[in-house]
């Protein structure tokens, strides 16, 4: 009995320390899980706090390089302008555009359309008043002539005219607003004459592509016609103090400042010095295109460079456009045409010129009747003798001081 007794407590031993051998391999087998768990749990805390840091270095990145891209963002404008000389309208022209009761001049210039209506803007020296049939047409000395010649300016793709000139005056101060009245009853542009000294001060500004184009026009005088006693706003006098600060004012309002002026002595193919002088002043001062006007023929083309970088076109004389006068060096003229750059970078501007080209008209007639402007390039002896030869003299003469003048606007 005592025997069996022994070994009942044997075995109860041998079964407690099993028991405790089996609770401490449990306990370590959950305390090493809980330390995987424990360790596991961090990884992810640091991964997920990884990626939160890499999303938002990401994102700080991402708006840093678009604060570069916007400060950075160049934007690149371009315009065309195209400019031609003096619409001097005698009295064949209105006589052989009168048919059937009206007056049309658009057959007459119909071939230079396709190279004036390309440009962004146009731009003509209306050189006689367009007073109107009411005021009686009239030839040289004292012109006036009809409103349909605005008419086929327009048509062709003239948007602005100086009428600045010597004739402003001829038929007097309601010349000058009927003229006047008829422009802005179409929508074209003037310059140079104005119906009011608050008239003149608004600056005349187009806006091609981005790109604001102011008008500046003026002339030498008035053919000893005197301007009236306070309305000298009726035709702008060249005056170097005033054209320099009308040239500060437009720069204000304008990127680019396109200056017509009347001046020159008349069937001289050179500018003489002090056309030369004039531009040079105004270029200096900002003006950036000069279309010259009065001799009424062809003078050479050239760039007048400033120290600053900028440089300024000047046509001196771009001729007749079309008149009735006489003479092939008076008969030849031209369309002279510019490209305008703008590039703008966060507040900075700038502006280019370039690409200057030219083609020159002639305008045909037979026995002061049938009056056409012809593209030079494309007639033939039977149009004008030597023809050929004649559009090479242009060429030769216009671009003697910019070889780089383009002659066809393909």
């Not at 022209?93 to 001049?105: K, P, Q």
């Not at 050189?127 to 009411?134: A, D, H, I």
């Not at 012809?374 to 216009?398: P, S």
Request: charged share 25%; proline share 3%.
């Amino acid at each position: 009995m005592k025997k069996i007794s022994i070994i009942v407590a044997i075995c109860a031993l041998i079964i407690l320390i099993f028991g405790s051998i089996v609770f401490v391999f449990q306990t370590e087998e959950e305390y090493v899980e809980d330390e995987k768990l424990s360790e596991s749990d961090s990884v992810n805390d640091f991964s997920e706090n990884n990626e939160e840091e890499d999303e938002g270095s990401l994102e700080q990145k991402n708006e840093l390089e678009e604060e570069d891209e916007i400060e950075e963002k160049v934007e690149v404008t371009s315009a065309t302008i195209a400019g031609v000389g003096d619409v001097l309208i005698h009295r064949s022209l209105y006589y052989d555009a009168y048919v059937e009761g009206e007056y049309n001049f658009k057959p007459m210039l119909e071939n230079t359309k396709p190279y004036i209506s390309q440009a962004d803007i146009g731009f003509a020296n209306q050189e006689t008043m367009l007073g109107g049939v009411e005021l009686g047409l009239s030839d040289y000395p004292l012109f006036n002539s009809p409103t349909e010649v605005g008419d086929a300016l327009q048509y062709i793709g003239i948007d602005v005219v100086s009428i600045a000139n010597n004739h402003t005056l001829d038929v007097g101060e309601q010349g000058v607003l009927n003229a006047i009245d008829y422009y802005d009853s179409v929508g074209m542009v003037y310059t140079g004459g104005y119906r009011s000294a608050e008239d003149r001060l608004e600056i005349r500004t187009i806006e091609a592509n981005g790109i604001i184009f102011s008008f500046l026009a003026y002339s030498y005088g008035t053919n000893g016609i005197p301007v009236p006693d306070g309305k000298e706003y009726l035709v702008n006098l060249i005056d170097r103090e005033q054209i320099n600060e009308d040239i500060i004012a437009a720069k204000e309002v304008s990127d680019v400042v396109v200056l017509s002026l009347h001046f020159g002595n008349e069937y001289e193919p050179m500018p003489n010095e002090n056309q030369k002088s004039l531009a040079n002043e105004f270029a200096q001062t900002g003006a950036d295109i000069i279309f010259g006007h009065h001799p009424h023929v062809l003078q050479p083309m050239e760039w007048i460079e400033q120290e600053d970088g900028r440089r300024t076109f000047v046509a001196y004389s771009l001729g007749n456009f079309i008149s009735g006068q006489e003479g092939v060096e008076r008969e030849i003229g031209g369309i002279a045409q510019l490209e305008v750059k703008k590039t703008t970078k966060g507040e900075e501007v700038t502006i280019e010129l370039g690409d200057p080209r030219f083609v020159p008209v002639f305008t045909y007639k037979h026995n002061w009747r049938n009056y056409k402007l012809h593209i030079l390039e494309d007639i033939g002896d039977d149009v004008l003798m030597n023809a050929q030869q004649h559009y090479e003299n242009t060429k030769e003469h216009v671009a003697q001081w910019m070889p780089e003048l383009r002659f066809d606007f393909d």
